[in-house]
């Protein structure tokens, strides 16, 4: 495997003003998509939330995100690690395998915005995202 491994950072509701800090820090281009876009039936404290975020910055990205609905963020774990794949069935394997004695938080499938993903927590508590464009 080639790609490189970037952070995916999760927030109570901070996610927004995070990226735009660290888009002033390092430049680039930053992308936002709030949960009201995907799910307009959200209660308004959410609907502004980020649901993903990437900011793009020469070969930096970080990617960020708000808490969902009836979940929390704990503090010193809200870091994962998130491995981009060109080829679906080497992502497919480590899934597999990085999922073995963890925990599946996100079953690796296609989602509603066209990538295969999938969410797990290792046997050593580290948080994994798994993505696919399609």
């Not at 080639?2 to 995070?18: C, G, N, T, W």
């Not at 060109?86 to 989602?111: C, R």
């Not at 969410?119 to 464009?133: E, S």
Request: proline residues 5%; aromatic residues 14%; hydrophobic residues 35%.
């Amino acid at each position: 495997m080639k790609q490189p491994i970037y952070p995916y950072l999760a927030f109570e509701d901070q996610a927004d003003a995070a990226q735009h800090f660290y888009q002033r820090i390092f430049g680039g281009d930053l992308e936002i998509l709030r949960m009201g876009d995907t799910d307009p039936t959200l209660a308004d404290p959410y609907k502004q939330r980020v649901m993903h975020s990437v900011l793009n910055s020469g070969p930096l990205k970080i990617y960020a995100s708000d808490t969902f609905p009836n979940s929390t963020t704990l503090v010193g774990s809200n870091v994962g690690l998130t491995l981009t794949f060109d080829d679906l069935a080497e992502m497919e394997t480590i899934y597999g395998k990085l999922s073995e004695n963890g925990l599946i938080k996100v079953p690796l499938e296609k989602q509603f915005w066209g990538a295969y993903y999938g969410k797990l927590v290792d046997q050593y508590q580290v948080t994994w995202n798994l993505d696919f464009q399609v």
